[in-house]
């Protein structure tokens, strides 16, 4: 009996075989930073570039930050095996993250670029 083959062949990194493997990383790497700021955020001890006030800026990485990546990650993980289909993987998916990226440091500095 033969495997049937769940990643093609990739001369990218192995954390961008599967979508769980980056968006799960950045996601926890993402919350423990934001808990970090949030509290000199709060009490006014670290300045933010952003046009959000720091309770604001706290509610939106929950949504879009971490929550966003954590069911980003399994989507693009658990459709491939519900479906059979092969996952999104390598450029297409550094391209997935990096908008990611992008998205939390636009809001973070979002002073400067609105």
Request: glycine share 8%; hydrophobic share 55%.
């Amino acid at each position: 009996m033969k495997a049937i083959p769940r990643t093609q062949p990739s001369a990218y990194p192995a954390i961008l075989s599967y979508g769980f493997r980056p968006f799960f990383l950045l996601g926890s790497l993402q919350a423990g930073v934001a808990m970090l700021l949030w509290l000199p955020l709060y009490y006014g001890k670290l300045a933010t570039l952003s046009l959000l006030v720091p309770v604001d800026w706290h509610i939106h990485e929950l949504l879009f930050g971490y929550l966003t990546a954590v069911v980003t990650g399994f989507l693009l993980t658990a459709i491939p095996n519900w479906t059979g289909r092969l996952p999104v993987q390598d450029f297409r998916l550094l391209v997935l993250v990096s908008l990611w990226i992008m998205g939390r440091i636009a809001v973070f500095f979002s002073q400067e670029t609105g």
